[in-house]
């Protein structure tokens, strides 16, 4: 350098000597190119100050962003402020009053941004205003620095033209090396500064940044890599690669990236990195060319976004995807995957295989006794006693909510199956852990076997089911291998409902209406809608043969909305109060409450015409779940009745806590109430709770004059059955309406 600092001393000595011999000549292109150079100061001065503006601004709006996320509209906060920097600007611009009056703006700007809380959008729109009027003074002091480089140039060649020689040469010589100079020096000073602005922004960003040169090396990263990797940025820079990345050691893979990079285009990678604990993370992973002034690849920008927990997520996806995630064992999507394979195995080598379909009996109702959680439970020690009775090559699956498949592998003959149903039966009938109490359960098993009854995992799962169906028609721990006698009668039955896809849309479906009487004054109280069907070919179908199919079949939430949104056309029509029955499938359903009130709403009736009837099974699976449901049907202004009051698992604890209107005593208690004290005496306790609860009852099934005298005795408030009326047509029943006095809303 001392070296470097002479030879300038002694060119700019002969420079000047020169100088003065021919100063007469070069007086005015000398003093332009001086001033030339002392402009290059403030200017890139003003660039160093934007480039710290424009990082500073960056900065509090990232500030703001993370911290106010889902919050738009919000007024920017200043965090850090771009104060400092503008009043740095401002003796920097004097003299230049277009340059001031840019940076009155931005100051303006500035402070409606960070000072004041704007309208929705205020702060996002002034952000973009500050960041155009900075883009302006940048593209100013650019254009000024590029006139000043012009003028540089033609005073240089106005001072060889006027001064000619050697005297000369040695004057442009000096005031150019020493512009040059300056102007490299000031252009460093201007790198470094943006460098430092482009740091604290990097630190702001999420992602995982590393800056390295051409070798590898690192020169610089943010604060994310040291927060996701636990390695220090001192541990870091000077290093040759990431050490938190270990395919870089992969050779191969580093030649690509390298051999990508310097050719100019970014290479892209997903990288599996470890933590300076030795804690495994995920990357999606960016490697851009870093270019010089020449064009050329100085080095690279690493840019790495931490996707670990979408790993994580998407591996537990994939996993539920093909598991049953109650048991952990396969569930049905991957039964068949497995399955296929195993066929084409044995198609290969000649072996047997067989399925076996296991439903364990009555669970529903163990499920309803003991609860959903036990039931639960229930099923994840039944899956943990099949793995361990079948042979370890076996395939142990959960097909349904209680229903196991097994694959049995035979290498010689289908003789093993017997007594690998055997083994499940025997391992499901032991004893199973109880609600405080132990208890046995049974299982009905259907079979079918490889190649006989199927060559695909298609059809060997369909005839298992159907032998399983076969194997429940015949009681409780039953076991049916498939036959060609099994699916004689799958064609009616597929034929049957086939036709109940199509009587919605064909208009097969009517509602009759059965009326309720008041036992002391004998006036209709009230009607209930029941559907018929009535098809081309099989005629008027019972309910009780076509509603289970609909149920089956998911068909029951369709056509539910078509009988609420027909009976709600009645009731606006008649002004009579009418009750409308929901299966379990549909009290389950999520947009319920949507079907009732749309319904309500486009009718246009008065909400307390309308009774929504629902059996109390619906409140054994999820106590919790049917109060809330209720309270949002009661919230619509419907009343709500039980059905059937007294049958299945009848507890008198939910009456008190359910927001109910209507008790319906169930026909077998009425049917001899007039000749059996036992049934007189439920009825009458029945009668009794629900007038201490506020509750009103229906007597159903009253088919003679003496029920219905008994009924009333007991303080019963309503009856319905043949006694009194069938169910009829509406246009009927709408005659009917015509002869009586219609009563007032609700059951009174």
């Known amino acids: 350098m001392a070296g470097v600092s002479r030879t300038f001393g002694v060119f700019a000595a002969l420079g000047l000597a020169a100088c003065a011999a021919a100063g007469a000549f070069a007086y005015r292109p000398a003093r332009e190119i001086a001033s030339a150079v002392r402009s290059y100061g403030p200017a890139y001065g003003v660039l160093a100050e934007i480039a710290r503006v424009r990082s500073a601004l960056a900065s509090a709006e990232r500030g703001v962003q993370e911290e106010r996320a889902g919050e738009p509209g919000e007024a920017l906060v200043l965090r850090p402020g771009i104060g400092p920097e503008l009043g740095r600007l401002a003796p920097l611009l004097s003299g230049r009053p277009e340059q001031l009056d840019r940076l009155e703006r931005l100051g303006a700007l500035a402070r409606a941004t960070f000072e004041k809380a704007g309208p929705p959008g205020g702060g996002r729109r002034r952000a973009l205003e500050m960041a155009a009027v900075i883009d302006e003074m940048e593209a100013a002091e650019r254009d000024r620095i590029r006139r000043t480089d012009a003028a540089v140039r033609g005073s240089a060649a106005a001072l060889l033209l006027y001064g000619g020689g050697a005297a000369f040469g040695a004057v442009l010589l000096v005031l150019l090396a020493f512009t040059l100079a300056r102007r490299e020096g000031l252009r460093r000073q201007l790198a470094e500064a943006s460098l430092a602005g ?25 604060q994310a890599v040291e927060e996701t990797t636990g390695y220090a940025r001192a541990e870091l820079v000077g290093k040759r690669s990431e050490p938190w990345l270990p395919w870089y050691a992969s050779e191969p893979l580093l030649r690509e990236m390298r051999d990508t990079v310097l050719s100019g285009k970014p290479f892209r990678a997903s990288t599996t990195g470890r933590k300076k604990t030795g804690e495994a993370f995920h990357a999606n992973e960016t490697v851009t060319p870093l270019l010089d002034d020449a064009g050329g690849v100085a080095g690279f920008i690493s840019a790495a976004r931490d996707v670990t927990r979408q790993k994580e997520l998407e591996g537990r996806l994939e996993y539920l995807d093909r598991h049953d995630p109650l048991t952990g064992l396969p569930n049905r999507r991957q039964l068949a995957e497995l399955l296929d394979g195993a066929t084409l195995r044995a198609r290969e080598t000649g072996h047997f295989l067989s399925v076996l379909i296991a439903d364990i009996d009555q669970f529903k109702h163990i499920n309803n006794l003991l609860g959903p959680e036990k039931g639960d439970e229930v099923l994840r020690h039944v899956a943990r006693r099949l793995r361990e009775a079948v042979g370890q090559r076996d395939i142990v699956a959960r097909v349904g909510s209680d229903s196991f498949a097994v694959v049995h592998f035979d290498d010689s003959q289908p003789v093993g199956v017997a007594a690998t149903a055997e083994a499940i039966r025997r391992a ?3 004893t199973l852990p109880g609600a405080g109490r132990d208890f046995t359960a049974t299982v009905a098993i259907g079979i079918a076997v490889y190649p006989h009854n199927g060559r695909d995992a298609h059809a060997l799962l369909q005839n298992a089911d159907l032998a399983l169906g076969e194997a429940r028609s015949q009681g409780r721990n039953a076991i049916r291998v498939f036959d060609d006698s099994i699916t004689s009668g799958v064609p009616e039955i597929l034929s049957f409902e086939k036709r109940l896809f199509g009587a919605l849309e064909g208009s097969e479906y009517l509602l009759h209406y059965q009326p309720y009487f008041d036992l002391a004054t004998l006036r209709p109280a009230g009607a209930e809608a029941l559907i018929k069907w009535r098809n081309g070919d099989l005629g008027l179908v019972s309910p009780a043969q076509f509603i289970p199919s609909l149920e089956d079949t998911g068909m029951i939430v369709d056509v539910g909305r078509w009988v609420l949104e027909t ?33 309500v709403c486009d009718s246009g009736l008065d909400p307390a015409f309308l009774t929504l009837e629902v059996t109390e099974s619906v409140f054994l699976h999820d106590l919790d779940f049917a109060m809330r449901t209720l309270k949002r049907l009661k919230d619509v202004g419907v009343s709500l009745s039980v059905d059937d009051f007294g049958t299945g698992y009848s507890s008198l604890s939910y009456l008190k806590k359910l927001p109910l209107d209507t008790i319906k005593i169930d026909m077998s208690f009425v049917q ?15 009668t009794t709770l629900a007038r201490g609860l506020g509750l009103k009852t229906i007597a159903e099934g009253v088919e003679t004059e003496e029920q219905r005298n008994v009924l009333h005795l007991l303080r019963c408030d309503m009856g319905q059955g043949y006694h009194f009326s069938r169910a009829v047509p509406a246009p009927e029943f709408g005659k009917f309406l015509g002869r009586e006095p219609r009563p007032p809303p609700g059951l009174q």
């Open 198 to 222: 482009l740091q604290r922004t990097a630190d702001h960003v999420g992602d995982l940044i590393t800056i390295a040169d051409r070798s590898g090396r690192i020169g610089y990263v943010n």
């Open 428 to 430: 499901v009938s032991q």
């Open 672 to 686: 001899d109430v007039a000749r059996d004290p036992d049934s007189a005496s439920i009825v009458m306790a029945i």
């Open 567 to 599: 009976a709600c056309k009645q009731i606006k029509e008649w002004a009579f109060p009418i009750s409308v029955n929901l299966s379990s499938v549909q009290f389950h359903h999520e947009y319920l409450v949507g079907m009732v009130t749309e319904a």
